[in-house]
């Protein structure tokens, strides 16, 4: 398998631009994480989905920020209108369930809002 | 308070030392703790993850958990310069899937 795909890798975009990232999980997964990571608040988690329904969006920081699982194989993070402080590396992962022991991370698309 | 707390560093130690790398955790219902590398521009990687009271070892690695003080490590025996890189430390509570992550600690091995 080839991992957790996320795409772009980066992105830059000018305030105010919608942005759309997107994630494969590693087939099979049940379940996919959206993170953040910056140097000031570390790895945050945004959003997970269990069999393509989300279940705790409470780190979703405002409602510029969407995600959608439409299928098992594919998601979305969207950030409409995007902001400077926006920037950042936003990682997808994807675990097994049941029993799964840890989350296998993508290799992340750095944003950057200009 | 944070949820899970580390050390930030940078921590460095000598090519063949002894790394400790310590984490605290707030909620008594965490049930499963994790330790994640990350090389400086990668995404992380699973190194361990302990569930019970004690030592876990594996290879140069042992992660050591004890509930009563909320309290995780990770020692990394025979440091190498290729260990060099930031340690996060994350915890599941007990049925939840989500991981909470710490801050993580910058380690660097000096040749």
């Known amino acids: 398998d080839a991992g957790v795909i996320q795409s772009p890798r980066h992105e830059v975009t000018e305030m105010g631009q919608e942005v759309t990232l997107r994630c494969k999980p590693i087939s099979g997964h049940d379940y996919l994480f959206w993170y953040r990571q910056t140097m000031m608040r570390g790895l945050e988690l945004l959003i997970y989905f269990n069999n393509n329904v989300p279940i705790d969006d409470s780190g979703m920081p405002e409602d510029r920020f969407s995600a959608k699982m439409p299928n098992a194989s594919f998601s979305t993070l969207k950030i409409q209108p995007s902001e400077p402080r926006d920037s950042a590396v936003y990682f997808c992962a994807s675990s097994l369930n049941p029993g799964a022991t840890e989350a296998f991370f993508g290799q992340g698309t750095r944003l950057t809002v200009v | 308070q944070k949820e899970v707390e580390q050390n930030s560093g940078p921590l460095s130690v000598p090519e063949g030392a002894i790394a400790s790398l310590n984490c605290t955790y707030s909620?008594?219902?965490?049930?499963?703790f994790f330790w994640y590398r990350q090389y400086s521009g990668k995404s992380p990687e699973l190194i361990m993850f302990?569930?019970?009271?004690g030592d876990k070892e594996d290879g140069r690695f042992t992660a050591q958990l004890n509930k009563a003080s909320q309290y995780v490590s990770l020692l990394i025996r025979d440091s190498q310069p290729s260990d060099s890189a930031t340690y996060l430390c994350?915890?599941?509570?007990?049925?939840?899937?989500?991981?909470?992550f710490g801050s993580g600690t910058q380690l660097t091995v000096l040749p």
């Open positions: 994350a915890v599941k509570k007990g049925s939840a899937r989500q991981l909470t």
């Open positions: 302990i569930y019970s009271n």
């Open positions: 909620d008594r219902g965490s049930q499963s």
